[in-house]
């Protein structure tokens, strides 16, 4: 099953992205294209809702992770909202907790772990460099 992304307009600079589902290498797709499509309109505040995805793996994580540096090396920001506890956890482990901003207010949060709140004065970590191509992104030559 390919999974659905609704994008909500919420201001001239802002959207919220709600992908449903799972997001992973055969269906990441649909969150690329609209995460990508947000940047080009130069949306400078990008909210991604995980609150309906039920599964995220690492190919869906560098999606997001790409769509945040582009984000950030543009002057805007790239928000994760309502992690479930897994979803926080694969983030945790990988230190990007660190890196991209997570709105702790709608995350399950498990005991022991990082966030950009524990960082002193409120420093951040700095990301992976060297991505030049959205991660996943599947060929349409030939298709």
Do not use: C, K
Request: aromatic letters at 4%; proline letters at 4%.
């Amino acid at each position: 099953m390919v999974p659905s992304v609704r994008v909500e307009v919420t201001g001239r600079d802002a959207v919220v992205v709600h992908p449903v589902g799972e997001i992973d290498y055969s269906s990441l797709e649909p969150l690329r294209e609209a995460l990508l499509d947000a940047r080009i309109a130069g949306v400078r505040e990008i909210v991604v809702d995980l609150e309906q995805v039920s599964f995220l793996d690492s190919q869906g994580l560098a999606v997001i992770l790409y769509a945040h540096q582009r984000q950030r090396s543009a002057g805007g920001r790239l928000i994760l909202r309502n992690l479930n506890e897994n979803t926080y956890r694969l983030l945790d482990v990988t230190n990007l907790t660190t890196v991209i901003d997570v709105d702790h207010g709608s995350v399950a949060v498990p005991n022991g772990t990082r966030s950009n709140a524990a960082r002193p004065n409120g420093t951040r970590a700095s990301g992976a460099r060297g991505m030049e191509r959205w991660p996943g992104a599947v060929s349409r030559r030939g298709a």
